[in-house]
């Protein structure tokens, strides 16, 4: 009897633990289904901007990539509305399946870093899936402004504080924060114009109402040719294809870099596996020669990097912009 | 000769078959984003770009254009027909159009308007082919001051252009500039009149507030007094404008053609600047300018023609100076970049045949326009002979999807419900929502331009009065202003504009 007991309390356990190795054999098995079967309808790319703009326009180029290599319709929905932060929020509160992704840009990082209030987490509310591009920062003049090299600018800078006026895309906007953070970095006094966007701004500078902006080549690459305006400086580490002409900040003998990267991510919580799996689709879309070839040609960097370094890519960001907020100039 | 050669460079490209049928496939498109309300070039540009990629350069950039232009179209059928302008450029057409509609000369209306921009889109093709690089040279010398000043005189036009009391236009106007400083201020990036809420951080849109105004106010006001209503919106005698509208709608087409071919070259101008100020023009030459809001044709003609002529040489900053002057022309850029065609003064030189085949293609576009829109007028009209109980919500369902569609989010339905009451109350109270709109779009541009001129001239208030294009036009504003002063013209615009 009691032998026959513990025979059956020994088969119980043993009953139970295959049915618990059979369960989570189950479970394991129903996750990588999961991942495998992914994606079996339709993916929705989260574009926080207006149709039409920048981000928009990587973001359909990207949605169509992963959406020829997982085989789903992958659908752009913009959700525009104060500079970017209501599509974010939207897209955190989706659910985290991996049928909705995200486009950031640049403003993902410093919205919530330079602006007031917390309205989401750029560290922990998402997972980072690829960074896509990086579109490097210019500094152009109107050639009335009497500086042939960035050295003659910055000496012609601090000869006059005050003297030279750049324009911006309006409040914290990429060139304002470029132009911010390279005049404390050079130890220059210099004045923001507001303009509403990007084209009033390069109109601007072409017109020579203001002596100075830090757009991306790409918006100003056309004038830079015809002579219209002055390239003195790219801020990335090497001379873009489209001007190779015009130095490096560090070439030109002040190490700075800058520019407007995009990238995509997942709501917090998507399977690891599905993250893989969409930046995989999207790096092997990204590093095909076409692409390549298409981005370069807009004056970008192409990035295609994997979630881990994706993840570390935005702390970095997320670190560099804390460390200017606690300097004060915002 | 070059000028010939030049056009003749241009057909050889744009009158090839395919390209042709590129042309058409965009002025349909353009005309029917433009007769449905909310849905604007902008978007259904934006929608189509990725399909252009595999496209030859040239057909793409002829089917963009076609859609910009056509949406001009289009556009001034509902603001004609329904009082329901799309964009703001046919805010104006609407005043006038809508109460030919009114009166069972819908048709007259529609014909005219098309004839109007079918000859505006003739002569604004030839000004972009024949002045081109000489007037985007002219567009660099306005700066901030002239801005301001511009604005300031389109402020005061607003005034004068208002049907009834000088005090309620006044009234409206200072409302609208008060709308237009809701959302995130430029300069400093501090939140104005948001409440707190993320959706009004970009401010309000303009299209929420003119479907709110014109579209969700005329109809509760039509559903309000129901009878009247009834037997309004069911005459529609003849199709084609009458003898005398061509000798009043001719002149006042030509006018608006110049006007708007003037206005479009000015970075941040384009079309809806050059319809209101050739309105307030076609009033200012009227013989009799009491028929005004009362369906004069001239109200019409010279708006449409000064539409679609400025839509078209809006082409001109971007081509030759890479300077987009809206949405849609930052588009087109982006459009030609993507196929390596880069915009600029080198663009005549580089690029001679695309540039040339687009031109011209405008032309052809322009024909295709006039042949596929005066057949549809009579459906058009056809369109306001349903009766209003099927009318109505079928229009109230295409306003909500357009409303849904600007940003994705329910939240500018909301916007446009709210100001479908305060157009309800101003209608009752015999204020006129034009002016209003006309100070919400310029307010913030006059804003902007104020406070820049200021921080460039460091606060010094002369920067307007030392630069003599601002100071012209600062003066012109004078001008308007005393002259609403007078009371010679008081009285002749008490009778103008005398209640009936």
Same mark, same amino acid.
């Given at each position: 009897?009691?032998?026959?007991?513990?025979?059956?309390?020994?088969?119980?356990?043993?009953?139970?633990?295959?049915?618990?190795?059979?369960?989570?054999?189950?479970?394991?098995?129903?996750?990588?289904?999961?991942?495998?079967?992914? =994606?079996?309808?339709?993916?929705?790319?989260?574009?926080?901007?207006?149709?039409?703009?920048?981000?928009?326009?990587?973001?359909?180029?990207?949605?169509?990539?992963?959406?020829?290599?997982?085989?789903?319709?992958?659908?752009?929905?913009?959700?525009?509305?104060?500079?970017?932060?209501?599509?974010?929020?939207?897209?955190?509160?989706?659910?985290?399946?991996?049928?909705?992704?995200?486009?950031?840009?640049?403003?993902?990082?410093?919205?919530?870093?330079?602006?007031?209030?917390?309205?989401?987490?750029?560290?922990?509310?998402?997972? =980072?899936?690829?960074?896509?591009?990086?579109?490097?920062?210019?500094?152009?003049?109107?050639?009335?402004?009497?500086?042939?090299?960035?050295? !003659?600018?910055?000496?012609?800078?601090?000869?006059?504080?005050?003297?030279?006026?750049?324009?911006?895309?309006?409040?914290?906007?990429?060139?304002?924060?470029?132009?911010?953070?390279?005049?404390?970095?050079?130890?220059?006094?210099?004045?923001?114009?507001?303009?509403?966007?990007?084209?009033?701004?390069?109109?601007?500078?072409?017109?020579?109402?203001?002596?100075?902006?830090?757009?991306?080549?790409?918006?100003?690459?056309?004038?830079?040719?015809?002579?219209?305006?002055?390239?003195?400086?790219?801020?990335?580490?090497?001379?873009?294809?489209?001007?190779?002409?015009?130095?490096?900040?560090?070439?030109?003998?002040?190490?700075?870099?800058?520019?407007?990267?995009?990238?995509?991510?997942?709501?917090?919580?998507?399977?690891?596996?599905?993250?893989?799996?969409?930046?995989?689709?999207?790096?092997?879309?990204?590093?095909?020669?076409?692409?390549?070839?298409?981005?370069?040609?807009?004056?970008?960097?192409?990035?295609?990097?994997?979630?881990?370094?994706?993840?570390?890519?935005?702390?970095?960001?997320?670190?560099?912009?804390?460390?200017?907020? !606690?300097?004060?100039?915002? | 000769?070059?000028?010939?050669?030049?056009?003749?460079?241009?057909?050889?490209?744009?009158?090839?078959?395919?390209?042709?049928?590129?042309?058409?496939?965009?002025?349909?498109?353009?005309?029917?984003?433009?007769?449905?309300?909310?849905?604007?070039?902008?978007?259904?540009?934006?929608?189509?770009?990725?399909?252009?990629?595999?496209?030859?350069?040239?057909?793409?950039?002829? %089917?963009?254009?076609?859609?910009?232009?056509?949406?001009?179209?289009?556009?001034?059928?509902?603001?004609?027909?329904?009082?329901?302008?799309?964009?703001?450029?046919?805010?104006?057409?609407?005043?006038?159009?809508?109460?030919?509609?009114?009166?069972?000369?819908?048709?007259?209306?529609?014909?005219?308007?098309?004839?109007?921009? $079918?000859?505006?889109?003739?002569?604004?093709?030839?000004?972009?082919?024949?002045?081109?690089?000489?007037?985007?040279?002219?567009?660099?010398?306005?700066?901030?001051?002239?801005?301001?000043?511009?604005?300031?005189?389109?402020?005061?036009?607003?005034?004068?252009?208002?049907?009834?009391?000088?005090?309620?236009?006044?009234?409206?106007?200072?409302?609208?500039?008060?709308?237009?400083?809701?959302?995130?201020?430029?300069?400093?990036?501090?939140?104005?009149?948001?409440?707190?809420?993320?959706?009004?951080?970009?401010?309000? *849109?303009?299209?929420?507030?003119?479907?709110?105004?014109?579209?969700?106010?005329?109809?509760?006001?039509?559903?309000? /007094?129901?009878?009247?209503?009834?037997?309004?919106?069911?005459?529609?005698?003849?199709?084609?404008?009458?003898?005398?509208?061509?000798?009043? &709608?001719?002149?006042?087409?030509?006018?608006?053609?110049?006007?708007?071919?003037?206005?479009?070259?000015?970075?941040? &101008?384009?079309?809806?600047?050059?319809?209101?100020?050739?309105?307030?023009?076609?009033?200012?030459?009227?013989?009799?300018?009491? /028929?005004? &809001?009362? &369906?004069?044709?001239?109200?019409?003609?010279?708006?449409?023609?000064?539409?679609?002529?400025?839509?078209?040489?809006?082409?001109?900053?971007?081509?030759?100076?890479?300077?987009?002057?809206?949405? $849609?022309?930052?588009? %087109?850029?982006?459009?030609?970049?993507?196929?390596?065609?880069?915009?600029?003064?080198?663009?005549?030189?580089?690029?001679?045949?695309?540039?040339?085949?687009?031109?011209?293609? %405008?032309?052809?576009?322009?024909?295709?326009?006039?042949?596929?829109? +005066?057949?549809?007028?009579?459906?058009?009209?056809?369109?306001?002979?349903?009766?209003?109980?099927?009318?109505?919500?079928?229009?109230?369902? #295409?306003?909500?999807?357009?409303?849904?569609?600007? *940003?994705?989010?329910?939240?500018?339905?909301? $916007?446009?419900? $709210?100001?479908?009451?305060?157009?309800?109350?101003?209608?009752?109270?015999?204020?006129?929502?034009?002016?209003?709109?006309?100070?919400?779009?310029?307010?913030?541009?006059?804003?902007?331009?104020?406070?820049?001129?200021?921080?460039?001239?460091?606060?010094? #208030?002369?920067?307007?009065?030392?630069?003599?294009?601002?100071?012209?036009?600062?003066? +012109?504003?004078?001008?308007?202003?005393?002259?609403? %002063?007078?009371?010679?013209?008081?009285?002749?615009?008490?009778?103008?504009?005398?209640?009936?």
């Amino acid at each position: 009897m009691v032998r026959g007991k513990s025979g059956e309390i020994a088969m119980l356990k043993k009953y139970l633990a295959s049915a618990a190795i059979g369960m989570m054999a189950l479970g394991l098995g129903a996750s990588a289904s999961l991942a495998q079967t992914y =994606p079996d309808r339709p993916i929705t790319l989260v574009v926080p901007f207006a149709a039409g703009g920048g981000t928009d326009i990587q973001a359909r180029k990207v949605a169509d990539g992963i959406s020829k290599a997982l085989g789903q319709p992958v659908v752009v929905e913009n959700k525009p509305g104060a500079g970017s932060l209501i599509g974010v929020q939207y897209a955190a509160q989706q659910k985290p399946d991996g049928y909705t992704l995200l486009m950031m840009s640049s403003s993902y990082v410093t919205n919530v870093v330079l602006g007031e209030g917390k309205p989401y987490d750029p560290a922990a509310d998402f997972e =980072p899936v690829t960074m896509v591009s990086i579109s490097p920062t210019a500094l152009v003049a109107h050639p009335s402004v009497k500086a042939e090299t960035l050295q !003659e600018f910055i000496d012609l800078a601090k000869a006059e504080p005050g003297l030279i006026n750049y324009g911006t895309f309006g409040d914290r906007s990429q060139p304002h924060l470029s132009a911010v953070l390279f005049g404390a970095e050079a130890g220059l006094e210099m004045n923001a114009i507001p303009y509403n966007g990007g084209g009033p701004a390069v109109t601007a500078v072409v017109s020579g109402e203001v002596d100075m902006l830090m757009p991306t080549i790409m918006l100003v690459q056309p004038h830079v040719e015809s002579g219209a305006l002055r390239a003195l400086a790219i801020a990335s580490s090497v001379r873009s294809p489209l001007a190779p002409e015009v130095p490096t900040f560090a070439e030109a003998g002040f190490p700075f870099e800058m520019g407007t990267w995009f990238g995509i991510a997942a709501p917090a919580g998507t399977d690891p596996e599905i993250v893989k799996k969409v930046s995989e689709a999207a790096i092997g879309f990204l590093t095909t020669d076409e692409m390549r070839k298409e981005i370069e040609g807009e004056g970008s960097v192409l990035l295609a990097l994997d979630p881990a370094k994706t993840k570390a890519f935005i702390a970095d960001e997320i670190e560099r912009w804390t460390k200017v907020k !606690e300097l004060g100039l915002f | 000769m070059d000028f010939i050669n030049n056009l003749a460079l241009g057909f050889s490209h744009s009158l090839a078959l395919h390209n042709i049928l590129y042309c058409f496939i965009g002025a349909l498109l353009g005309t029917a984003i433009g007769v449905l309300p909310g849905l604007g070039p902008l978007a259904t540009i934006a929608m189509l770009l990725p399909l252009t990629f595999s496209l030859d350069p040239i057909s793409a950039l002829i %089917m963009l254009a076609g859609i910009y232009y056509g949406a001009q179209y289009g556009g001034s059928t509902t603001a004609i027909l329904v009082n329901l302008p799309g964009e703001n450029s046919s805010v104006v057409t609407a005043i006038d159009g809508y109460q030919m509609a009114r009166q069972g000369r819908g048709g007259a209306a529609l014909a005219t308007a098309a004839l109007a921009s $079918v000859l505006a889109g003739v002569i604004a093709t030839f000004f972009i082919a024949g002045f081109s690089p000489i007037l985007a040279k002219a567009a660099l010398s306005f700066k901030s001051p002239e801005y301001f000043s511009l604005m300031i005189v389109g402020l005061f036009a607003a005034v004068i252009l208002a049907n009834g009391s000088i005090i309620k236009a006044i009234g409206m106007v200072v409302i609208g500039l008060i709308l237009g400083t809701v959302g995130t201020d430029l300069n400093s990036g501090a939140n104005r009149f948001t409440f707190g809420t993320l959706n009004l951080m970009s401010g309000l *849109e303009f299209v929420a507030i003119s479907m709110g105004l014109f579209a969700f106010a005329e109809i509760m006001s039509n559903v309000a /007094q129901k009878a009247s209503a009834k037997t309004d919106l069911h005459k529609v005698s003849r199709l084609w404008p009458s003898k005398q509208d061509f000798r009043y &709608g001719t002149p006042a087409a030509v006018r608006g053609t110049l006007l708007g071919s003037v206005l479009g070259i000015l970075p941040g &101008g384009g079309a809806a600047l050059a319809s209101f100020s050739a309105y307030s023009l076609e009033k200012k030459v009227a013989r009799d300018p009491s /028929q005004f &809001g009362k &369906g004069a044709i001239q109200g019409v003609a010279g708006p449409e023609a000064a539409n679609n002529a400025a839509a078209q040489t809006s082409f001109i900053p971007m081509l030759t100076l890479a300077i987009p002057s809206n949405g $849609v022309m930052a588009l %087109m850029m982006g459009a030609m970049m993507v196929h390596n065609i880069v915009p600029g003064p080198m663009i005549l030189t580089q690029n001679a045949p695309m540039f040339w085949a687009l031109v011209t293609s %405008m032309l052809i576009g322009n024909v295709i326009l006039v042949l596929l829109n +005066l057949p549809l007028v009579g459906l058009w009209v056809k369109l306001i002979s349903v009766p209003y109980t099927v009318l109505y919500p079928a229009i109230l369902m #295409f306003c909500l999807i357009g409303l849904y569609g600007i *940003e994705n989010s329910s939240f500018n339905v909301y $916007v446009a419900a $709210v100001f479908g009451l305060v157009g309800f109350m101003l209608h009752r109270l015999k204020c006129e929502p034009a002016p209003l709109l006309l100070g919400f779009i310029l307010g913030p541009l006059l804003e902007e331009n104020l406070r820049r001129s200021l921080l460039l001239s460091k606060g010094d #208030f002369t920067i307007f009065v030392d630069r003599p294009i601002s100071l012209a036009l600062l003066l +012109l504003a004078a001008v308007l202003l005393l002259s609403t %002063m007078m009371p010679s013209f008081r009285k002749k615009r008490e009778e103008a504009f005398a209640e009936d």
